[in-house]
């Protein structure tokens, strides 16, 4: 028996999980107390069941001691197993030391997931210098792919549309996305300054100028990639851009500035945002069912 048990926040993804599972939906109390600390229990019954706790980690600082507790709290509690089900797995990003004294997150970051659940299910966690989770993380992995998501979407609402991936490590993935909708791409290359500073260059795009412009990426954070990528393909005098992420991380100010340069911002639902409209819960659920 499964209970699919929501972290605060992410009441409406475990609600259609548990729908599309046939699975029960728990209740975790929560609130914190007067000097910030967290309160958490356990308010159903888990003995001898799988519970999969579900906590997108966008913003996941604030958010970690109280998973860990309800982790905690789900083992005592006599539950068979307990998984968690993050639909966005933060920290994946600093996969390198990028500079001397700087830890490299991402290995942390798995190694106190591992430690804390018996397994882990995800939508496209950003891999880039790691080929794998399995080479970060000690328990098993399952991760979805958007891509096709992504691409199935396009194809039902772009017309004529040209995929651009926004980096040279977006080949791969810009390729699939656009193989899926059915249409060519073409991918930029990226300059990362600072955090919130980018260059991108864009190929000749002569051969398609009569075609929409959809980016696509795995990530919007400062939306600095996004946005600076529809600048280049306005002054390249192309039509304004439709731009599709899959993880709506979105920075302070990020939605707003890309809205302005675009015609239509599009995610899927990993992370709650305005901007969701494509649904990773079958995804997500068929990665469970594994
Ligand atoms: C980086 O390689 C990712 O694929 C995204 O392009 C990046 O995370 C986007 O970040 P931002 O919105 O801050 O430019």
Not at 10 to 33: H, I, K, Q, T
Request: proline share 7%.
């Amino acid at each position: 028996m499964r209970v699919i048990l929501p972290m605060p926040g992410n009441e409406a993804m475990a609600r259609a999980l548990a729908e599309r599972l046939d699975a029960e939906l728990g209740v975790l109390d929560w609130r914190r107390f007067p000097d910030s600390e967290a309160y958490v229990r356990i308010a159903s019954d888990v003995r001898g069941k799988r519970v999969h706790l579900v906590c997108t980690l966008a913003n996941p600082d604030p958010q970690m001691l109280t998973l860990i507790f309800a982790a905690a709290a789900a083992r005592e509690c006599g539950a068979e197993s307990v998984h968690l089900i993050a639909p966005y797995l933060a920290y994946m990003r600093q996969d390198k030391r990028f500079n001397p004294g700087e830890p490299v997150s991402a290995t942390h970051f798995a190694r106190l997931l591992s430690q804390n659940f018996d397994s882990l299910v995800t939508v496209d966690p950003h891999l880039h210098r790691i080929g794998n989770l399995a080479e970060i993380f000690s328990v098993p992995t399952h991760v979805g792919a958007a891509a096709p998501l992504l691409g199935h979407w396009i194809a039902q609402n772009v017309d004529a549309p040209l995929i651009v991936g926004p980096d040279q490590e977006s080949e791969q993935w810009a390729a699939e996305v656009a193989r899926c909708a059915g249409a060519p791409h073409v991918v930029a290359r990226k300059q990362r300054i600072a955090d919130e500073q980018v260059r991108v260059e864009l190929p000749d795009l002569t051969a398609w100028s009569g075609r929409r412009p959809v980016l696509a990426d795995d990530i919007i954070s400062s939306g600095r990639t996004m946005i600076e990528a529809s600048r280049v393909l306005a002054a390249r005098g192309m039509a304004k851009p439709y731009c599709l992420a899959i993880h709506a991380v979105f920075a302070p100010g990020a939605f707003d500035s890309l809205t302005h340069l675009s015609d239509r911002v599009v995610t899927t639902d990993t992370i709650t945002h305005p901007s969701n409209q494509i649904s990773v819960v079958d995804t997500l659920a068929r990665s469970i069912e594994t």
